[in-house]
């Protein structure tokens, strides 16, 4: 298995970068789909593609837009370090933000009722 995954990566995952550096933030914003992803990967990857890629592209894509920033198999130092940090930090305020503004709206509507 880990044979496997190691060489889904060295295919998939500095493609899957530099196309969540070019298009990540309006996959973060909702205003792209993974299928939209999948798409790009597809054209970015051409005759390399094979769909035993999938599971990983929806396992980095749903990561990344949790997390606000793909995953990363290196050692992340330095200013990249503190970066990665901040926007995790955003993201999971944004996360938080969303929940109570839909907590909200909910309980607003069942007053309304």
Known sequence: QAAEWASVQAVF????????????WWHY???STVEDFE??????????WDDVLLRELRRFYFTAKRDGVPPEYEEVRGRQLEWRL??????REQREER????????????ERE
Not at 86 to 91: D, I, L, V, W
């Open 13 to 24: 995952h500095s493609k899957a970068l530099e196309e969540w550096e070019v298009s990540g």
């Open 29 to 31: 914003l909702g205003k």
């Open 39 to 48: 798409a790009a990967m597809r054209k970015r990857l051409g005759k390399e």
């Open 86 to 91: 901040r926007m995790s930090s955003q993201a």
């Open 99 to 110: 929940a109570v503004e839909a907590i909200d709206d909910h309980e607003e509507r069942l």
